[in-house]
């Protein structure tokens, strides 16, 4: 079915200027204010809390693992595993920014619904958000594919280490924001299985070419549902999940407002666009928010 554009009483406006201006966080505050307003993360809310994201300036061409080449390659999982070990070490140790704590109070103040995000590093959790929909998973909990017992990551990572003592290097280079990172030397890997049943063990991340369990994105239409309006922080949108939310918002003619650094491909579909940084922006938006 061809996408309907959303019409809208007041232009698209972008802020092109490092510092976002302060009538474009004033503007947003008007559009946003006396609404419940659901929230939608990307990679872009946790990089100032050190954690890379896809598409910015410095980020490292890559491939994502896709679900498919997890389950067939034994090589693949083993680089995979060795990889995703390392990153995971750097997600556990990283701690919520102020945009993340910008959100975590304005649900406390009753004016976010809660907040749908991409990201896998739990961040919006450890910042004290409660309603969190994790559409693509955690870096924090491990599954078995065969009889799917759940198992804590800090588990896992332990037998990792056991069975790899080579994997405790504190260098982490080309992090990216699934928690993978690129390694050159894994052959010596030793994936630990499920010790319930001895099956294939992966990380509770949505994989490239995998689908967003269909009980999440029920939980972020229940949240759109509950919503009056929609802020979209941090995100390009090029993957379909963010679209489908956006669509969910477009569909009841929500106000949509986009923060992010550089082009989404929701940019027409907003009733106001601001070219900057999640956390600036985020902050602006409690303080004018919030009594």
């Known amino acids: 079915m061809p996408a309907i554009r959303a019409t809208y009483a007041d232009p698209v406006i972008t802020a092109e200027s490092p510092a976002v201006p302060e009538e474009l966080l004033d ?50 999982r083993k680089r995979y ?7 995971w070490r750097r997600f556990q140790a990283a701690r919520p ?12 103040g009753g004016r976010v619904a809660g907040v749908v995000t991409q990201n ?13 929909v994790d559409l693509h998973g955690s870096m924090h909990t491990v599954s078995c594919l065969d009889c799917g017992q759940t198992f804590d990551r800090g588990g896992i990572a332990s ?10 290097s504190d260098e982490v280079t080309a992090l990216s924001p699934d928690g993978d990172v690129q390694i050159a030397e894994f052959d010596e ?15 509770d991340v949505v994989f490239f070419g995998e689908f967003v369990p269909p009980a999440k994105f029920r939980e972020a239409e229940g949240l759109l549902r509950a ?53 600036e922006v985020l902050e602006g938006l409690r303080d004018r928010l919030l009594p």
């Open 159 to 168: 037998r990792l280490t056991a069975l790899n003592p080579w994997l405790e």
């Open 120 to 132: 896998v590093d739990d961040l919006h959790l450890k910042a004290g958000t409660r309603h969190v």
């Open 189 to 203: 890997t030793v994936v630990p299985t499920c010790t319930v049943c001895g099956g294939m063990l992966k990380p």
């Open 27 to 76: 503007r947003a505050a008007e559009l946003l204010a006396g609404r419940r307003i659901a929230v939608l993360t990307g990679a872009g809310v946790s990089t100032d809390s050190g954690i890379p994201d896809y598409r910015g300036k410095g980020s490292p061409v890559r491939t994502p693992m896709s679900y498919q080449r997890f389950l067939a390659d034994e090589q693949a």
């Open 227 to 279: 919503s009056e309006a929609l802020l979209i922080a941090g995100s390009s949108l090029v993957v379909n999940s963010g679209i489908r939310v956006l669509e969910l918002a477009r569909r009841r003619r929500l106000p949509i407002v986009i923060v992010n650094r550089g082009e989404t491909k929701g940019d027409a579909r907003a009733a106001l666009r601001i070219e900057g940084g999640a956390t």
């Open 81 to 87: 595993w060795a990889g995703s070990h390392l990153g």
């Open 97 to 108: 920014n102020a945009g993340h704590l910008a959100l975590t109070a304005l649900e406390a």
